[in-house]
């Protein structure tokens, strides 16, 4: 699409996502989808329920189930099938009572034709989000202007290939650019996830926030030295004067308290799965969380959690709580539900939204500085601080964790793949916002051309 053919699409989504609108039920009255929610020359839509029955559209595509990407699908979804992986379909038909009878799930990893998209294959790939989250790589030639959109596609009806890369929500790793489906083909869409596209997000590699989260929680329960020792060799941190020495070690080389210790970590309705099971398995303890919470666990292909899941709250050391629990006060009122058990509690609150960049920091610094000074940074146990309002009883820790990309990450993944337009998904509300992701994208690709290098190098198989 032409720089003035994608500023007049970028007015006509503006339109279509209008606040105002309100739909009727006289005919016509539905909420127009914006062209970046349709494939270009497919018949194919991507987390685009909230917009209805989509002219031309045959196919529909869910990345993931958070509500964000499923607006508006619920029991009495009637407009044509639904693709998915196998997991977010357990999810949607457990969470929304979606008929099962629209429902697909697909295969990870292989390449599938779509019925009735003019022989238009997709492959899924693990998206490193929320469990069930998925990349689609599609590919295939235009054959029909689907969608709302004005502006049509000069190549319906070619035999020119198309390939386009939606990335949903997810957190970029080398393992994306390296998945066999997408390393050395040139892409013509990606369709990227920009939550963070933004210099100041810096926040560190999520394999290194687990580990830290695992290793700080062992040492806390344990009462471990956590903080350095002063020049005596003494215990002088603020962490340290919280934790109690402890006096046994059980069989998994944890020592336990006389005061038994509870860990309490934040999480979404889906995610964060994975510093739960890491804390878990550190401490050799179960999990615990509400009913409602449970089947949305079980709905999950992953026997490894399934394992560590208990309905007893006292026979597990790890407790699940949605993310607004994780103040002060209530994860307090919270303990106090179990007094006799449980004595004192530790609060994990991960979000990338806690992360505030350090002072003096360039957002403006070239390509080539922003990927080394991202590969040079580390991150450890002893890079967690308690937050404010931690008391003897309630200690709270902000993770800077999430599920998305950082910058740093999204530069990596741009500089690593081969692509001819990036279309931004997030973030895309109003023009300012626009503009400056345009600028970003721009600078890939200008460096992109300069350097010949195909790919950064990472730092391990799971990130850069």
């Not at 929500?169 to 013509?188: C, E, L, T, W, Y």
Request: aromatic fraction near 10%; include cysteine.
């Amino acid at each position: 699409m032409a720089s003035h053919k994608e500023n007049e699409a970028w007015k006509e989504a503006d339109l279509a996502e209008d606040r105002s609108f309100r739909p009727t039920r006289a005919q016509g009255s539905r909420r127009k989808a914006p062209f970046y929610k349709v494939l270009q020359g497919m018949p194919i839509a991507v987390d685009a329920f909230r917009y209805g029955a989509i002219p031309g559209v045959t196919a529909y595509f869910l990345t993931h189930a958070h509500s964000d990407h499923y607006t508006n699908l619920s029991s009495n979804w009637k407009n044509g099938p639904i693709y998915c992986s196998g997991d977010t379909a357990n999810l949607i038909i457990h969470m929304l009572a979606v008929d099962p009878e629209w429902v697909h799930p697909l295969p990870m990893d292989v390449p599938t034709v779509v019925p009735d998209t003019g022989g238009v294959t997709v492959t899924l790939i693990e998206a490193n989000h929320c469990p069930g989250s998925c990349l689609f790589f599609f590919e295939g030639t235009q054959t029909v202007h689907a969608g709302d959109s004005a502006f049509k596609s000069p190549f319906i009806g070619s035999e020119k290939v198309f390939r386009y890369l939606h990335c949903g929500d997810f957190r970029a790793s080398p393992q994306h650019v390296m998945h066999p489906a997408v390393r050395g083909k040139n892409i013509d869409h990606v369709y990227l996830d920009t939550t963070y596209l933004d210099p100041k997000y810096t926040f560190p590699p999520q394999p290194l926030v687990i580990s830290a989260c695992a290793e700080l929680a062992k040492r806390i329960v344990s009462g471990e030295l956590i903080g350095a020792p002063d020049t005596n060799g003494k215990r002088n941190s603020t962490m340290d004067a919280w934790v109690m020495p402890s006096e046994r070690a059980d069989d998994t080389g944890v020592k336990q308290s006389k005061e038994r210790m509870l860990v309490v970590v934040g999480t979404y309705s889906i995610g964060k799965e994975r510093i739960v099971k890491a804390i878990a398995q550190a401490l050799g303890t179960k999990v615990y969380c509400d009913a409602h919470k449970m089947a949305i666990l079980r709905c999950q292909n992953d026997p490894e959690l399934h394992a560590l899941l208990t309905k007893d709250p006292s026979e597990a050391g790890v407790h699940l709580l949605p993310l607004g629990m994780i103040v002060s006060d209530k994860l307090k009122a919270y303990v106090q539900r179990f007094k006799g058990v449980y004595s004192r509690a530790v609060g994990f609150r991960p979000t990338g939204w806690t992360y505030t960049p350090p002072s003096g920091s360039d957002l403006s610094q070239a390509i080539t500085s922003i990927i080394s000074r991202g590969q040079s940074r580390s991150f450890a146990y002893a890079d967690l601080k308690p937050m404010q309002k931690s008391t003897y009883a309630v200690q709270l820790y902000g993770i800077p964790y999430s599920e998305h990309s950082s910058f740093f990450e999204l530069t990596c993944f741009a500089m690593s793949c081969d692509w001819v337009k990036m279309i931004a998904t997030v973030n895309v509300g109003n023009e300012k916002s626009r503009a400056k992701m345009a600028k970003w994208m721009e600078r890939w690709e200008n460096e992109k051309k300069r350097n010949k290098e195909p790919m950064v190098k990472p730092r391990a198989a799971d990130y850069w």
